[in-house]
């Protein structure tokens, strides 16, 4: 299995980013999937998830900034990340919910005050 995320990088506070994450070996229709994060020196923490019926949370720290979509087709889950602030700098991770799959490299984004 690889959960390989994209569309990190250097963005102003108050930018926007959207993230992707293309599964492989591992279809991601029957997984509850997720966006997570890992802040330097920190745990890594769940941000949004989505359920196989459709279902969405977010964590408090980003909701009504932060947009999560899955698109079953392309096997492919999607974070549509707005009004960034320097506080959401992390790598950025993929994964489903439950049954977590190894983890893939993340990828990095970079908030500037």
């Known amino acids: 299995v690889q959960l390989q995320a994209s569309g990190g990088g250097l963005v102003q506070a108050g930018g926007s980013l959207r993230l992707s994450c293309a599964a492989s070996?591992?279809?991601?229709?029957?997984?509850?999937m997720g966006w997570y994060r890992q802040i330097s020196g920190e745990e890594r923490e769940l941000v949004a998830s989505?359920?196989?019926?459709?279902?969405?949370k977010y964590a408090d720290s980003v909701k009504g900034r932060f947009s999560i979509s899955r698109d079953n087709a392309e096997n492919t889950v999607f974070l549509q990340m707005s009004s960034l602030k320097p506080e959401d700098t992390a790598v950025y991770y993929c994964?489903?919910?439950?049954?977590?799959?190894?983890w893939g490299k993340g990828t990095l984004v970079t908030v500037s005050s």
């Open positions: 070996k591992m279809r991601i229709a029957i997984y509850d």
């Open positions: 989505i359920g196989v019926t459709g279902n969405i």
């Open positions: 994964n489903a919910v439950r049954s977590r799959k190894p």
